[in-house]
């Protein structure tokens, strides 16, 4: 089956009625778990954007915690998890704001991270992909915020 064109679909969204949207919205949550993640976030997190930040940072903060130390391998693994997670919650939001302070967040707790990354060269090139990425697209924010996360940047490079 080849799916339908976003036009083709937005047009047929339009010509829907209430009732066949919610059990749309309904049927697409039953289906994929990031369908479910993105409405939860869409319907109840998009109004308060600090909120749904603090949360992810608090997720942050517990995978982490969990991470298992007895190898590079399994800290590269577990990294690389945390990562993919960061990603997939900055695709459901539009804000430039929240994906570069995720990423910086990223970055502070992995330059932390103990046994040092400094031991290991593909968690060296996670982290410096991640800065690159996160000072690339703050270029595209307003000057004060370019000001305050260059600094945050300036500080995490520092640290090397």
Do not use: W
């Not at 919610?22 to 997190?45: D, G, H, I, P, W």
């Not at 954007?49 to 399994?74: G, L, M, P, V």
């Not at 430039?96 to 995720?102: A, N, Q």
């Amino acid at each position: 089956m080849k799916p339908a064109s976003s036009k083709e679909i937005s047009t047929e969204l339009k010509l829907s009625t209430h009732k066949e949207l919610v059990e749309l919205c309904l049927r697409l949550a039953r289906f994929k778990k990031e369908n479910k993640e993105l409405l939860t976030y869409l319907l109840f997190e998009s109004d308060n954007e600090t909120s749904y930040i603090n949360s992810i940072k608090q997720e942050i903060d517990e995978q982490f915690d969990a991470i298992n130390k007895s190898s590079y391998y399994f800290i590269k693994k577990s990294v690389r998890k945390i990562l993919r997670n960061i990603n997939k919650y900055n695709r459901y939001t539009n804000h430039k704001e929240t994906e570069v302070e995720l990423l910086l967040y990223f970055c502070k707790k992995l330059k932390e991270l103990k046994p040092s990354i400094e031991g290991n060269l593909m968690l060296k090139n996670i982290f410096e992909n991640q800065l690159k990425k996160a000072a690339k697209i703050t270029k595209s924010l307003h000057e004060d915020l370019q000001r305050d996360y260059g600094v945050e940047i300036n500080v995490l490079l520092e640290k090397k």
